[in-house]
């Protein structure tokens, strides 16, 4: 969507952002005020997706004013948690601020340029570190687009590479990348199955009876043995099947 304004042309732009937790909890800030803030004083829109995972998706959506305003306040937020983690810290190099944008794979050949002269004169230019990952993030056609340095720095990069998005458009379709909730790590001990949860191990009754199975059966087959199965079994002898529910995030893990 574009519109003339005074100062040209002024477009409305979807930027997506991935954060940690911690990152993501800063610019929400306590009961939300933080983020709130940064809402009414941008214009921007900015969305941060649900779900217990450790990374999170920031969408940031408007006109290409009220994005930059925004991601100053994010720039100059991040700097100032880093101010103040090195109060009583012996560290004596103030780290930069990063920010990582998520950015569809088809547009990074334009953003990196023939033999990496774009991204080589938006360094130059801005000041800022940028680097853009080789491999796509799991499950989507999207890469990682690392940027860091003091948030002016950030906020030049920002824009520049804004305009290169716009001059070179994603080509098809864009799966975009999403989270994946942490899986809770699964100990074994004494025949149970349990998952960790903070400084607790919660049976897990499903893990359980799916380890004390595996534990009573041999995963091969015995050498000679033509046809799968367990001792004592021939083809003709009915076995028994055990039905498991088994969460999401272990499935994986066992079919692997």
């Known amino acids: 969507d574009t519109k ?7 477009v409305t732009l979807t930027i997506r952002l991935l954060m940690h937790g911690k990152e993501v909890g800063s610019i929400i800030g306590k009961k939300g005020e933080t983020v709130k803030k940064m809402r009414e ?13 450790p990374e999170r998706i920031v969408t940031i959506t408007g006109p290409t004013d009220a994005i930059f305003k925004a991601f100053s306040m994010i720039a100059l ?13 012996t560290v004596t190099s103030k780290p930069p601020v990063t920010l990582r944008l998520v950015v569809p794979a088809s547009q990074c050949g334009s953003l990196i340029g023939k033999g990496g002269s774009k ?12 680097q853009v990952a080789g491999d796509m993030l799991p499950n989507s056609t999207e890469r990682a687009v690392t940027i860091s340095g003091t948030p002016d720095a950030i906020i ?32 074994f001990a ?18 359980t009876k799916l380890h004390q199975l595996a534990m009573q059966h ?3 087959t015995p050498l000679g043995q033509t046809t799968p199965g367990f001792p004592g079994l021939d083809a003709t002898t009915p076995t028994s099947s055990h039905e498991l529910t088994i969460p999401n995030d272990v499935s994986g893990p066992i079919v692997g």
């Open 4 to 10: 003339v304004t005074e100062g040209g042309l002024n």
């Open 41 to 53: 004083e941008s214009g921007a829109r900015i969305n941060i997706s649900e779900g217990s995972c």
């Open 77 to 89: 937020k991040f700097e100032e948690d880093i101010n103040a983690s090195m109060t009583n810290s």
């Open 119 to 130: 991204i080589k004169e938006i360094r130059e230019s801005t000041g800022a570190q940028v």
């Open 156 to 187: 030049q990069c920002v824009k520049q590479i804004c305009v290169v998005m716009l001059e070179s458009p994603p080509k098809g379709a864009t799966i975009p990348y999403r989270p994946k909730p942490a899986s809770a790590p699964i100990i």
């Open 190 to 207: 004494g025949g149970q199955a349990f998952t960790i949860q903070g400084q607790y191990a919660i049976p897990h009754p499903d893990l």
């Open 218 to 220: 041999p995963p091969f």
